[in-house]
């Protein structure tokens, strides 16, 4: 449940209520109140990206009928596993989505919708809903819920500017003016705040330079975790708001894994967070629990296939290479930045002591803090289709606990050392590989396909419809094909720039 004290979100102040607890009556005693004029439905579509039907508000009735009927779309021209013969799906807004436009001029309510059936079914394809039933399966099936929370970098581009230029690749947490783009960035963050989007903090990233006149700046917006539902939906809300926001400022932003060859590409980690009876269960005795470390395992064993969740076009590929930060053994370790999965540090020390030496002043220092211990997922980027990844990412949490294996599969994967070292490397050779293509990602989606169907969470469907979109790249050994060309390397970058 949100905490309503100092909450951004307009509609969260005026309610008194958190988002979670929204009714038809609350969302339309607001609009009558602050005088809204336009209600939008917005969904993500097989690309991704939030799709959109405008409403104009002309009397109470037909508000009334929108927001608890929703609207025909047609579902052949959103996803393409649905024949043009019997397209027609409804949109039903979800109340607890419901945030005001930051971008439109016109006074507007947005909503996040759910895809229905004719029957009034849920759509058994749709992403959104794949997730909920993933969650629900896993609450089910191990008694803990899930938590989650991504890491979303991006890059600006803007013009070229002579004064206060910044290091090449050396952009990380760097301060306006050296980082042009700060204003942009604390603009987003607000604006992602006041759609009820709970975000963690924004700086820039490693990542900068400059070509063609243009300045390439990366930046990292992180967001708190959450139920795993809604971490779902902050984040395809957040790409929204930056682009369009872009869009005003005359910049471009884009989340591409790989921008151009030798700059640092962007990622999508996903951090995650085992809960039970509203608690953290990662810590036990001080040290990660069984059940975190069962997780894990289950992401580790299932990375290949979740590759084709997280990381969806050629360009991806190019992006997890050997002896960049992005990894490409499947591994796990306490701090590390080469593995696969890493466990960061989580407040589990003296807490008390680091702020009484930061603050000498201070004689009564009484901190109560919930474990904020997580585990990160670090090869998706932002090609990733967020709802499956998330599904993905829940579903081989699952299978970690179900495997009679688990604590020893994660005992013999865990490093605590730079892999990429040349000293390390006789144990890297020793690690399984993530996919190098499309292609791969595709087989071992298939391969590892009765684990994702297991329960009736991804449909056969689904899973074969994404690993026949993979295939289609036929880009098996294409990075091998494309060796150090590198403008056949940007052409495949532009052609994959607006992913996700």
Request: charged share 20%; aromatic share 10%.
């Amino acid at each position: 449940m949100q905490n309503i004290e100092m909450n951004p979100n307009p509609l969260v102040d005026f309610l008194g209520k958190s988002a979670s607890e929204f009714t038809l009556n609350d969302i339309i005693k607001y609009i009558e109140s602050e005088k809204i004029e336009m209600v939008n439905f917005r969904y993500v579509a097989d690309d991704g990206r939030l799709k959109t039907l405008n409403f104009v508000i002309n009397d109470k009735k037909y508000l009334e009928t929108i927001l608890s009927c929703g609207e025909r779309v047609d579902g052949s021209n959103i996803f393409p596993y649905i024949e043009a013969g019997s397209s027609d799906l409804y949109v039903v807004p979800r109340y607890s989505t419901a945030f005001i436009n930051p971008i439109s001029e016109i006074p507007a309510i947005d909503f996040l919708c759910s895809y229905f059936n004719k029957n009034g079914e849920p759509l058994a394809d749709a992403p959104e809903y794949i997730l909920r039933k993933a969650h629900h399966n896993f609450t089910e099936q191990t008694g803990f819920t899930f938590e989650a929370m991504g890491e979303l970098e991006y890059y600006v581009i803007s013009d070229e500017s002579p004064f206060f230029p910044a290091t090449d690749q050396h952009g990380y947490h760097e301060s306006y003016p050296f980082n042009k783009m700060e204003a942009f960035r604390m603009d987003a963050m607000s604006a992602i705040s006041r759609a009820g989007c709970l975000i963690k903090y924004g700086h820039s990233e490693v990542g900068n330079f400059t070509l063609n006149g243009k300045i390439y700046e990366q930046n990292e917006i992180e967001f708190l975790p959450t139920r795993l539902e809604d971490a779902a939906d902050q984040l395809v809300i957040a790409k929204w708001i930056l682009r369009a926001l872009a869009y005003q400022y005359g910049v471009t932003v884009t989340f591409a894994p790989k921008i151009t060859t030798g700059k640092a590409g962007s990622g999508l980690h996903i951090h995650t967070r085992l809960m039970k009876n509203g608690k953290s269960a990662m810590i036990e005795n001080g040290s990660l629990s069984d059940a975190a470390k069962k997780s894990i395992a289950g992401f580790l064993y299932l990375a290949p296939s979740l590759t084709a969740f997280g990381n969806t076009n050629p360009a991806s590929y190019f992006r997890l290479v050997p002896n960049q930060e992005a990894p490409t053994k499947i591994c796990w370790g306490d701090r590390n930045r080469s593995v696969l999965v890493r466990v960061p540090l989580g407040w589990c020390g003296n807490v008390e002591n680091m702020i009484k030496i930061a603050n000498p002043s201070e004689k009564n220092v009484s901190i109560e803090h919930a474990d904020r211990q997580t585990v990160e997922f670090r090869c998706p980027d932002g090609s990733a289709d967020i709802y499956l990844l998330l599904a993905g990412l829940t579903v081989a949490a699952r299978h970690g606990m179900e495997m009679e294996n688990a604590l020893e599969y994660a005992k013999q994967t865990y490093v605590d050392v730079n892999i990429f070292h040349k000293e390390n490397l006789s144990l890297a050779e020793k690690l399984n590989q993530l996919p190098s293509s499309c292609a791969e990602s595709a087989e071992m989606l298939l391969k590892q396909k009765h684990i994702y169907t297991k329960y009736n969470i991804f449909t056969e469907n689904i899973i074969n419809g994404i690993a026949n979109k993979l295939l289609s790249y036929n880009d098996k050994d294409l990075i091998k094909r494309m060796g150090n060309d590198n403008n056949a390397i940007l052409e495949l970058v532009n052609q994959y720039f607006y992913c996700g």
